[in-house]
């Protein structure tokens, strides 16, 4: 779709709404004291925002009173990608501006968070309380002597729990990493052990579609495989009693100390995200105080345009960046809605009852949960007081048309949304935990498109030589450097990893895997990942992971496992199996293969079709073809979705064509 195809918006703030917003003061106050430009709107601030990018920057500490602990030297130090240098000299504390709503005596009672699990019933935690607990666990772990650098994990589902844990490691200086209590021991392990853990907080189990499900045996082998783990903290979720040597979480949150910020360098490691996996372990992303910061700041309080009157709720994992975003939420003093839950229990309509009892003023999902409730006859605004929702946000996959105009037509005729609702189809990645476009409240949105590029973020789309397009198809780059690009990989000691995965194609350019267009008018379309990560409702998986364990199967010689984007916003996830001579692809065997991926890996990830084939194509170097199936499954031609002198067996490739034609 280009922007000629649908140049009538199906959304357009009114003009109070854009004199409202936080992005239109910004821009006024930065014209005044930075020399933005005050008129031409969102346009013009953003080209001002990428040309004089270290003055936005400052513009952005300035307005959002970041506390520099330590002053900077300059912005900039080191422009260059991979190895940018922010506010150099700095020190601060990402804990310390999350709780800083906690400092003001008018808002210490009222909720920070809002704990909603599948009962539906909001249990709120104060801003005084949540304080009280970070500064009482802040202690706690220095008590266990933990230090600033040193890696402190997660294995805990969407609960206060995870927040308080993750606030006290970012207060010592040490560094956060999780994992949802449904991804199975070897998931986990292949990321925790790369970071070394030296605390693990963990669940004894979770609740999930109306089960209670036990994880005791998964902790304990995490225990036993993790030597470098000097305390276990037991979070009784099922109410089961703490296992020999763990701490009791209510022991170590139990008194009423203020929390004591140490002030770490603006690069110091905040989190380490992981990446899916897809050509071996998951990479270990790490991203820094400083950078989250104000990254956050910007994208929180301008484009999403939360503030202490708002309530934020995003359907997420800790298993997934958006935990992280939605913790962030903090920083803009709005209340955070944390919900520990399948996400269509006991009902297609489940989400949209939470965002009603917690008074959501932004509310996030993915892509696939709104075709979802399209599919089933959900009706959000007629049968929820949706009233206070101000925006419906969708990440995980592109947002395609017919869900846009579902949203639209649901809250059209509603009066939750005067003058229509306003939808935010947003894209970024794990690998800067943000967005690279997406919400703009003071912008029309038009059918399957994101509304603009962030600020400070110089998107473009190009071609193979690096050559910039408008209104064609290309490569997603960003041409300058974020404050959330990770400042390394870890055990990626001369960053050759790191270096490798964003900037081998494109010299000095963030490459990041997805297809875009740029529009004539400045929006942009996105395509899909033009990788071949394995994205299902918002949590991303390499094949890696499938083959490792699939592949243990006897009966299995080789698999090939391939995620497609279906035209009417599905996805597709078939498991190509190459069997062992003498196997058959039964029931039985079809049945152990679901079974494992479900028990080894996640529930999540099990494949919507396995199908047998008479052999899985490779690169001459022996990798297995995955972007060129996946082309050939979306009805891209043989000659144009494989350079042909790269394959082992040219032959194979056409069972996959010939699969499209026979499912289309």
């Given at each position: 779709?280009?922007?000629?195809?649908?140049?009538?918006?199906?959304?357009?703030?009114?003009?109070?709404?854009?004199?409202?917003?936080?992005?239109?003061?910004?821009?006024?106050?930065?014209?005044?004291?930075?020399?933005?430009?005050?008129?031409?709107?969102?346009?013009?601030l953003?080209?001002?925002?990428?040309?004089?990018?270290?003055?936005?920057?400052?513009?952005?500490t300035?307005?959002?009173?970041?506390e520099?602990?330590?002053?900077?030297?300059?912005?900039?130090?080191?422009?260059?990608?991979?190895?940018?240098?922010?506010f150099?000299?700095s020190?601060?504390?990402?804990?310390?501006?999350?709780?800083?709503?906690?400092?003001?005596?008018?808002?210490?009672?009222a909720?920070?968070?809002?704990?909603?699990?599948?009962?539906?019933?909001?249990?709120?935690?104060?801003?005084?309380?949540?304080?009280r607990?970070?500064?009482?666990?802040?202690?706690?772990?220095?008590?266990?002597?933990?230090?600033?650098?040193?890696?402190?994990?997660?294995?805990?589902?969407n609960?206060?729990?995870?927040?308080?844990?993750?606030?006290?490691?970012?207060?010592?200086?040490?560094?956060?990493?999780?994992?949802?209590?449904?991804?199975?021991?070897?998931?986990?392990?292949?990321?925790?052990?790369?970071?070394?853990?030296?605390?693990?907080?963990?669940?004894?189990?979770?609740?999930?579609?109306?089960?209670?499900?036990?994880r005791?045996?998964?902790?304990?082998?995490?225990?036993?495989?993790?030597?470098s783990?000097?305390?276990?903290?037991?979070?009784?979720?099922?109410?089961?009693?703490?296992?020999?040597?763990?701490?009791?979480w209510?022991?170590?949150?139990?008194?009423?100390?203020?929390?004591?910020?140490?002030?770490?360098?603006?690069?110091h490691?905040?989190?380490?995200?992981?990446?899916?996996?897809?050509?071996?372990?998951?990479?270990?992303?790490?991203?820094?105080?400083?950078?989250?910061?104000?990254?956050?700041?910007k994208?929180?309080?301008?484009h999403?345009?939360?503030?202490?009157?708002?309530?934020?709720?995003w359907?997420?994992?800790?298993?997934?960046?958006?935990?992280?975003?939605?913790v962030?939420?903090?920083?803009?003093?709005?209340?955070?809605?944390?919900?520990?839950?399948?996400?269509?229990?006991?009902?297609?309509?489940?989400?949209?009852r939470?965002?009603?009892?917690?008074?959501?003023?932004?509310?996030?999902?993915?892509?696939?949960?709104?075709?979802?409730?399209?599919?089933?006859d959900v009706?959000?605004?007629?049968?929820?007081?949706?009233?206070?929702?101000?925006?419906?946000?969708?990440?995980g996959?592109?947002?395609?048309?017919?869900?846009?105009?579902w949203?639209?037509?649901?809250?059209?005729?509603?009066?939750?949304?005067?003058?229509?609702l306003?939808?935010?189809?947003?894209?970024?990645?794990?690998?800067?935990?943000?967005?690279?476009?997406?919400?703009?409240?003071?912008?029309?949105?038009?059918?399957g498109?994101?509304?603009?590029?962030?600020?400070?973020?110089?998107?473009?789309?190009?071609?193979?030589?690096?050559?910039?397009?408008?209104?064609?198809?290309?490569?997603?780059?960003?041409?300058?450097?974020?404050?959330?690009?990770?400042?390394?990989?870890?055990?990626?000691p001369?960053?050759?990893?790191?270096?490798?995965?964003?900037?081998?194609?494109?010299?000095?350019?963030?490459?990041?895997?997805?297809?875009?267009t740029?529009?004539?008018?400045?929006?942009?379309?996105?395509?899909?990942?033009?990788?071949?990560t394995?994205n299902?409702?918002g949590?991303?998986?390499g094949?890696?992971d499938?083959?490792?364990?699939?592949?243990?199967?006897?009966?299995?010689?080789?698999?090939?496992?391939?995620?497609?984007?279906?035209?009417?916003?599905?996805?597709?996830?078939?498991?190509?199996?190459?069997?062992?001579?003498?196997?058959a692809?039964?029931?039985?065997?079809?049945?152990?293969?679901?079974?494992?991926?479900?028990?080894?890996?996640?529930?999540r990830?099990?494949?919507?079709?396995?199908?047998?084939?008479?052999?899985?194509?490779?690169?001459?170097?022996?990798?297995?073809?995955?972007?060129?199936?996946?082309?050939?499954?979306?009805?891209?031609?043989?000659?144009?979705?494989?350079?042909?002198?790269?394959?082992?067996?040219?032959?194979?490739?056409?069972?996959?064509?010939?699969?499209f034609?026979?499912?289309?």
């Open positions: 779709m280009t922007s000629s195809a649908n140049p009538a918006p199906l959304w357009q703030p009114s003009p109070e709404r854009i004199a409202e917003a936080q992005i239109t003061r910004f821009q006024a106050w930065a014209a005044e004291h930075y020399g933005a430009p005050a008129e031409g709107g969102y346009a013009t953003h080209h001002w925002s990428v040309t004089e990018l270290e003055t936005f920057w400052k513009a952005i300035d307005w959002f009173d970041v520099f602990s330590t002053p900077y030297a300059r912005v900039l130090g080191e422009r260059s990608m991979p190895g940018a240098q922010w150099p000299g020190t601060l504390n990402y804990a310390q501006h999350a709780l800083r709503a906690a400092d003001d005596p008018t808002r210490a009672d909720p920070a968070l809002l704990h909603v699990d599948e009962s539906h019933d909001p249990q709120p935690v104060t801003w005084a309380e949540l304080r607990q970070v500064g009482s666990l802040t202690a706690e772990l220095r008590t266990l002597g933990v230090r600033p650098g040193d890696r402190v994990s997660g294995y805990l589902p609960i206060p729990q995870a927040v308080v844990a993750l606030l006290a490691t970012a207060a010592v200086g040490a560094v956060w990493t999780s994992c949802a209590p449904d991804f199975g021991a070897r998931s986990v392990l292949d990321r925790f052990q790369q970071v070394e853990p030296v605390v693990l907080f963990t669940v004894d189990g979770y609740r999930y579609g109306g089960k209670e499900h036990d005791r045996e998964t902790v304990a082998e995490l225990r036993s495989e993790l030597p783990l000097r305390a276990v903290v037991h979070i009784p979720l099922l109410g089961t009693d703490a296992p020999e040597g763990a701490l009791e209510s022991a170590l949150t139990s008194a009423d100390i203020a929390p004591v910020y140490e002030a770490v360098p603006f690069d490691p905040l989190w380490v995200l992981y990446s899916s996996g897809t050509t071996g372990l998951p990479k270990a992303i790490v991203q820094s105080q400083g950078g989250i910061l104000v990254e956050h700041l994208q929180l309080g301008l999403c345009d939360l503030g202490p009157a708002d309530r934020f709720f359907y997420t994992s800790t298993g997934w960046m958006m935990w992280n975003f939605l962030s939420g903090l920083l803009t003093g709005t209340t955070i809605v944390l919900y520990d839950g399948s996400p269509g229990y006991p009902d297609t309509a489940a989400q949209w939470i965002a009603e009892r917690t008074g959501a003023t932004l509310y996030g999902t993915s892509a696939a949960y709104v075709m979802a409730c399209r599919k089933a009706h959000p605004a007629r049968d929820f007081d949706l009233s206070r929702v101000r925006c419906v946000a969708t990440t996959s592109p947002l395609p048309p017919d869900g846009f105009r949203l639209h037509d649901e809250f059209a005729e509603s009066p939750a949304a005067p003058g229509g306003w939808m935010a189809s947003v894209s970024g990645g794990t690998d800067v935990c943000s967005c690279f476009a997406g919400a703009v409240p003071t912008l029309p949105v038009h059918i498109e994101l509304q603009a590029p962030c600020l400070g973020t110089d998107l473009q789309s190009w071609d193979h030589q690096g050559k910039p397009l408008t209104d064609e198809v290309g490569e997603l780059v960003v041409t300058n450097p974020m404050p959330s690009m990770p400042v390394h990989f870890w055990n990626d001369d960053g050759t990893r790191y270096h490798d995965s964003y900037f081998d194609t494109y010299p000095g350019v963030w490459r990041h895997g997805d297809w875009i740029l529009t004539s008018r400045g929006s942009v379309i996105i395509h899909g990942r033009s990788d071949s394995l299902r409702q949590v991303r998986m094949s890696a499938i083959y490792e364990a699939v592949e243990r199967l006897p009966e299995i010689r080789e698999s090939l496992v391939i995620g497609v984007e279906q035209p009417d916003g599905g996805y597709w996830m078939p498991l190509f199996v190459h069997l062992a001579p003498g196997a692809l039964d029931d039985a065997l079809r049945d152990r293969i679901k079974r494992t991926i479900r028990e080894q890996l996640s529930p990830h099990v494949p919507d079709e396995i199908i047998e084939v008479p052999g899985v194509p490779h690169t001459l170097t022996g990798k297995r073809i995955e972007v060129p199936v996946k082309r050939l499954l979306q009805g891209t031609p043989l000659n144009k979705a494989v350079n042909p002198g790269s394959v082992d067996n040219l032959d194979l490739l056409r069972f996959y064509e010939n699969l034609r026979a499912r289309s």
